[in-house]
C-alpha cells in the first residue's frame, strides 16, 4: 500500500486497531477491534464518529452567489439559485448522455459554494467544473480534515465543543468555533441518523477527534459499518448504485431535482442530459433501482443477477449493492430491476452460488431515518 494516500488521522487509527485497507487511492480504516457489527450498532444507538477526509472539500468563487448558482446550474440539474444561505442540498454533475458524473453536497456559504464531492471522483469533478465554467474560481482544498459524527447522541457530544449548533437541522451548515479553530459544520451525514460533518484545519483534526473519543459514548467506525449503515438507509454509493451511465431518475433521485428545473419549471433545462432526464420524467425509465429482501439467509450481493422466475429464463436485473443489515436483521440488498417487475411485494429470484434463491421487492429505505427536520 506504499503508494496510497494517508488522511492525518492515520496513526489515530492505527493506534486505536484499525485494519487498513486500500480505498479510493487511500490508507482508511474498514474496520476497528469490535467488528462491523458492533460498530454499526454503536452508531444506531449512541455515537459514531467517522474519518471521511479523502472526500473532496471544493470552494467556488465568483462575482456574487446568484452568479455562481446561475454557472453551476448549467452542470448540473439542481435548483443552486433558491438554495438559502447556509443550507445545503444534495445534488450531481451529469454528463451529455444523462448519466451521473458524480453525487455530492452543495452548500451556499453566502459569497461562495463549498461542495463536498466523492474520494474517487474529485480528480475528476473539479477539472470538469474548472472547464465548463466562465467565471469562477474552484479550489480543492487540501489542508482540510472531514469528521463524521453520526448518531442519536451525536448533538450532546458536539454541544459540549460549541453550544451553537442546538439551534442546527437537517440541512444546516454554519461556521462554528472547535478548540479555537473555524469549522464548517453540517448537519448531515450518510447513515440515515442525525448526526453532523465536520471540515476541520487537518492541524487541528486529531487534537479534537482524541478529543471526541474521550467520552465513553464515541467510539471510531470504518469503511465496513458504514456501508451498512448507508445501505439500510437506501443511500446510495457512487460507483455502484449509481455512475455515469445510471440516470437520475432510474436511480430514483427525481425528488433531488426541484420543480423549478424541470421541463415546466421557471427555471427549466440547461444542464447535460436533460432530453433524455425529461423524457423519463414524463415517460418513465426502462429500469429503475429498488430495495430487495432476500427470502433466504444468504445475503444477495452487488453482481447478482435477478430472474423473474425461479427456473431461470427470464433475466430482469442486477443487484448493484447489498450485505446484511444488523438493524434491519437480515440480509438486504439495492440493485436496478426492469420497471414493469419494480412493484413492491414482487417475488424476483437471485442466483447466489448457483442457486435461484426468491427474494421480494421493498420499499427504500430499509430502516427508518431519524434526520433533525
Known sequence: MSDLLRTPLYELHVSNGGKMVPFAGYEMPVQYQSGVLKEHLHCRKSVGLFDVSHMGQVLIKGNNFLNIALELETLMPISITQLAKERQRYGFLTNISGGIIDDLMLSNRGDHVYMVVNAACKNIDVPHIIKNVRTLEVELLEDRSLLALQGPLAENILLKFNKSIKEMRFMDIATVTILGAECWVSRSGYTGEDG??????????????????????????????????????????YGHDIDAE???????????????????????????????????????????????????????????????????????????????????????????????????????????????LPAVIVSLPFVNTNFKR
Open 196 to 237: 453532523f460533518e465536520i471540515s476541520i484545519p487537518s492541524n487541528v483534526a486529531v487534537e479534537f477527534s482524541k478529543s471526541l473519543l474521550e467520552f465513553e459514548e464515541v467510539q471510531l467506525i470504518g469503511l465496513g459499518a458504514r456501508d451498512s449503515l448507508r445501505l439500510e438507509a437506501g443511500l446510495c454509493l
Open 246 to 356: 445510471t440516470s437520475p431518475i432510474e436511480a430514483g433521485l427525481l425528488w433531488a431535482i426541484q420543480k423549478s428545473r424541470r421541463e415546466e419549471g421557471i427555471d427549466s433545462g440547461g444542464f447535460p442530459g436533460e432530453e433524455r432526464i425529461f423524457d423519463e420524467i414524463k415517460n418513465g425509465p426502462t429500469k429503475k433501482r429498488i430495495g430487495i429482501k432476500p427470502l433466504a439467509r444468504a445475503p444477495m450481493r452487488e453482481g447478482t443477477i435477478l430472474y423473474s422466475d425461479a427456473e431461470g429464463s427470464n433475466e430482469i436485473g442486477r443487484i448493484t449493492s447489498g450485505g446484511f443489515g444488523p438493524t434491519f436483521g437480515g440480509p438486504l440488498s439495492m440493485g436496478y430491476i426492469d420497471a414493469k417487475y419494480s412493484i413492491k411485494e414482487t417475488q424476483v429470484f437471485g442466483a447466489v452460488r448457483d442457486k435461484l
